[in-house]
């Protein structure tokens, strides 16, 4: 990878984009850091301890900010609504027939997508701001509490919420044209990276116990740091793996040419879904503790309901394990259609060796589906428990680098890095007429 790098830098156009690329990660660090007016910083700091937070929606938000949702910043809901709104477009563009016909329309199809997807956005950020906010009142943080000057702060802080959020939507798009890689994936790249030195500090506190007695944590912290780079490895691999359907193409003549007659293959990677499934399975099992956080005192019995859906409790684990594996199975169905595969073989001239066209290639697709997409939940399934069942065992449990968060850092750094390698290709290649 640094080798890639270091050959991009010594191609001029290259070398413009990473430092665009670079401009805007700074920008967004930068304003990751600029509080919202009216709040109040020490109450916010207690409001958001990582003791308060613990496994809610609001530590999954900080996680994906880079920490500037517990800083209430003016990017603190980072790029969450843009990926909620990308969600909800793919999710409508299967259930809606004009939204398919749209997607379906090319290049000026997916720019009407994309325009609505950013209104979307917007829509959401707003909502997500204006709920960020009751909490912040509700949690006495804002400074003015009644009047005209609580309104105008409400006004504000939300129209501040929002802006950073259509800010970075704009932020992301720029590196998308003018830089390298996906400009929102990007973004998602620096707010995680940006939490390393806090995993770091961690660590050194780990440390620090196992120096003054605690020894069990002489040997855990150096087991973590192994187990986090042979856990990068697997990511890589199975980043990597596909399953290959042979295919064969039939010879037609078309005027005096003869086409086809070649064989190939139809790749099917392992990794259908990506971090989806983990991402929606996490965010459906924080609601529990997002309920309790806004409502602290509802009696016994549900606070020791509650309790159940402690992040890293049984119930928890066991839940998490199988929504991961549902919801890698509804992205596939919503994403990859065999029927589909099976027709657009069928119009090439293109059959399975051994499998009739029709129906029995559908069917043999959807069974190869079903079988990788088990595959891959199952790997996104162990990496995610993997940090909840070590930091359990070992009683290290405010490690704030998850199974998530790893493989979105692997995954965006991999298809960079591809990106960069084909660009590359591009400007070295000569062509058929040298």
Request: hydrophobic letters at 50%; glycine letters at 10%; one cysteine or more.
């Amino acid at each position: 990878m640094f080798k890639t790098i270091q050959n991009a830098w010594r191609i001029p156009d290259l070398r413009k984009k990473l430092l665009f690329t670079l401009l805007i990660i700074i920008a967004f660090r930068v304003g990751s850091v600029i509080p919202v007016p009216f709040l109040d910083m020490t109450a916010l700091a207690n409001a958001m301890s990582p003791q308060n937070l613990g496994d809610s929606i609001f530590a999954y938000l900080n996680t994906l900010s880079g920490g500037a949702f517990s800083n209430a910043t003016i990017f603190a809901m980072g790029v969450t609504p843009y990926i909620n709104s990308s969600i909800i477009m793919q999710l409508l563009t299967v259930a809606i027939p004009p939204l398919e016909r749209m997607a379906k329309e090319g290049e000026e199809g997916r720019k009407k997508i994309a325009t609505i997807t950013r209104y979307v956005t917007v829509g959401l950020g707003l909502l997500q701001g204006a709920a960020y906010f009751w909490y912040l009142f509700a949690s006495n943080i804002v400074s003015y509490r009644s009047g005209f000057e609580a309104v105008f702060a409400a006004f504000v802080i939300i129209l501040t919420f929002t802006a950073g959020t259509a800010l970075m939507m704009w932020m992301g798009e720029q590196i998308n044209q003018y830089g390298i890689g996906n400009g929102i994936s990007i973004l998602l790249f620096a707010g995680i990276v940006a939490r390393f030195p806090l995993t770091i500090s961690q660590l050194g506190e780990f440390f620090n116990l196992g120096l003054q007695g605690a020894t069990q944590y002489l040997f855990f912290v150096p087991l973590y740091v192994i187990l986090f780079l042979a856990v990068i490895w697997v990511i890589v691999f199975m980043n990597d793996a596909e399953r290959r359907i042979p295919v064969q193409y039939a010879k037609r003549v078309v005027g005096r040419k003869m086409y086809g007659g070649q064989s190939s293959h139809l790749p099917i990677k392992v990794g259908l879904g990506g971090v989806l499934p983990i991402i929606f399975a996490s965010s459906i099992l924080s609601i529990p503790a997002t309920i309790h956080q806004f409502f602290p005192n509802m009696g016994d019995f549900w606070n020791g309901l509650w309790s159940l859906f402690d992040y890293g409790g049984w119930l928890y684990s066991i839940l998490f394990f199988i929504l991961i594996i549902m919801f890698a199975y509804f992205y596939t169905t919503i994403q990859y259609n065999p029927l589909e595969m099976s027709n657009n073989l069928r119009q090439n001239n293109g059959t399975i060796p051994g499998i009739r066209p029709g129906k029995p290639t559908t069917d043999f697709i959807a069974r190869i589906l079903s079988r990788i997409t088990l595959i891959g939940a199952l790997f996104l399934a162990v990496i995610a428990i993997f940090p909840i069942a070590f930091c359990g065992a070992t009683g290290m449990r405010a490690l704030s680098m998850g199974g998530t968060s790893i493989i979105i850092l692997v995954g965006v750094a991999l298809e960079t890095v591809k990106q960069m390698e084909s660009q590359m290709m591009m400007r070295h290649y000569k062509g058929f007429l040298d």
